[in-house]
């Protein structure tokens, strides 16, 4: 069975787990996050998207 899970949703976890275990202040996730939005509007964003794509690709053909 195959589990689907939005990447948002991971970051927003793994960001979650940052800020309250491994001292990440919230200014800085903050600061992480605009940057994210001005880089979704910028034109390195179909670039990332054709990363990501890949990445979770490759994961997702790995065989355990």
């Keep these: 069975m195959a589990l689907s899970i939005s990447a ?25 996050v605009l940057l994210g939005f001005y880089l979704a509007s910028s034109t390195v964003a179909p670039t990332l998207h054709q990363l990501t794509k890949s990445v979770t690709a ?5 065989k355990l």
């Design 8 to 32: 948002v949703v991971l970051l927003a976890i793994v960001v979650f787990l940052l800020v309250r275990k491994s001292g990440l202040k919230a200014g800085h996730a903050a600061i992480c």
């Design 58 to 62: 490759m994961i997702g053909g790995i």
